[in-house]
């Protein structure tokens, strides 16, 4: 007589959903989310959506990021057998551009770089 016992463990997934800030909170399509430092990754699809099936339960640490906007990471508590969703928005990085343009503080100063750059000219 052969006696055999299995026990069946429950796997747990974290589903989301990435909106894009920028454009009137539409799906995000195409970002990168990786789950622990990238031991998983994956892309979101046309509708913004991703998934994450048979993981571990505890604490994970989903990083969400696309080109031009602001990365955003996340500590997720994942509960065993159960599915832990997210809806999160990324919004566009903030870049601080070089003024390049000179502010005359005279009148003069203006009629004095007209006067030059006309003289130039001829």
Avoid: W
């Avoid at 928005?89 to 030059?116: C, F, G």
């Amino acid at each position: 007589m052969i006696c055999s016992l299995s026990f069946a463990q429950e796997t747990s997934s974290i589903k989301g959903k990435i909106l894009d800030g920028e454009f009137f909170n539409e799906p995000l399509l195409m970002a990168s989310v990786s789950l622990d430092n990238a031991a998983l990754s994956t892309q979101t699809n046309f509708r913004g959506n991703f998934e994450f099936n048979d993981i571990a339960a505890g604490t994970h640490m989903v990083l969400v990021q696309f080109v031009g906007y602001e990365p955003i990471s996340l500590e997720i508590t994942v509960k065993e057998g159960e599915r832990t969703e997210i809806l999160e928005t990324l919004y566009a990085k903030q870049i601080a551009l070089p003024s390049t343009a000179k502010v005359s503080s005279t009148t003069e100063d203006a009629i004095s770089s007209l006067e030059l750059a006309s003289s130039k000219t001829k």
